[in-house]
């Protein structure tokens, strides 16, 4: 508990000095600036420069597909996704070009991932089923079906293989129950509907820290 109290702090600290700095962000608002100095100027006090948060407030981007990273960021620009940390932190970057859009997907989608440290081997376990199978009995849809064998994601459906697990957690429940605030979430509404917040947590467990036999496949898609 003491050490993710020091990563919130550590989360809120980064937020107050950069993300929520939209000052900060209205320097680079040229679209002559390239996608990748935004990256290292702007996105990084939030997301690492290499695209992985130490802080679960913040996703890691590194390796996410960049279809979904070119969406999301759509999303943030016109205002679309509204969740709460998508207002406070990314709602300053309207001045972004569809190139610069473009570019920061292409940036982070060909960093390396990092898979988390495995946890609790019975949650994990438990996370492991549902992301293969799916859970039947309340109409739950197996996440390898969109997500990937191995969390890598597929075209629009996002990399989870690595993610912070309080992050997917926060996100599942945003799809149950608030999905006007993520406009693309609909099919994510149907899939989790019916999920527990122990079902959650337990698939959480298990994305953030794939068994070893899947770290081959944590390296980010060739030509993205």
């Keep these: 508990m003491k050490k993710m109290a020091q990563i919130i702090s550590l989360g809120m600290l980064l937020a107050g000095s950069g993300c929520h700095d939209l000052d900060r962000s209205r320097a680079v608002d040229s679209p002559a600036v390239a996608g990748k100095t935004i990256a290292l100027q702007v996105c990084s006090n939030c997301h690492g ?3 992985v948060s130490v802080s679960p407030v913040f996703p890691k981007l590194a390796g996410q597909r960049k279809e979904y990273l070119v969406d999301q960021l ?3 620009k016109v205002h679309a996704r509204s969740d709460p940390n998508a207002q406070r932190f990314m709602w300053g970057f309207t001045h972004l070009s569809e190139a610069q859009i473009e570019e920061l997907a292409a940036y982070f989608s060909n960093q390396k991932p990092v898979l988390g440290e495995p946890g609790d ?3 994990i376990g438990e996370g492991k089923a549902i992301y293969a199978s799916g859970l039947p009995d309340k109409g739950v849809a197996a996440c390898v079906s969109c997500h990937g064998q191995h969390g890598e994601g597929m075209n629009q459906f996002p990399r989870l293989a690595g993610q912070h697990a309080d992050y997917i957690i926060k996100q599942l429940l945003i799809f149950q129950s608030h999905v006007d605030q993520r406009p693309r979430g609909e099919v994510m509404k149907a ?3 019916n999920m527990s917040e122990q079902d959650m947590r337990a698939v959480a467990a298990f994305v953030e820290a794939f068994p070893p036999e899947t770290e081959a ?4 898609p060739a030509d993205q």
Excluded: E, K
């Design 49 to 51: 420069v290499n695209g």
């Design 74 to 76: 759509t999303d943030f």
């Design 121 to 123: 081997q019975s949650l």
């Design 191 to 193: 899939v989790c509907g």
């Design 217 to 220: 496949a944590a390296s980010p």
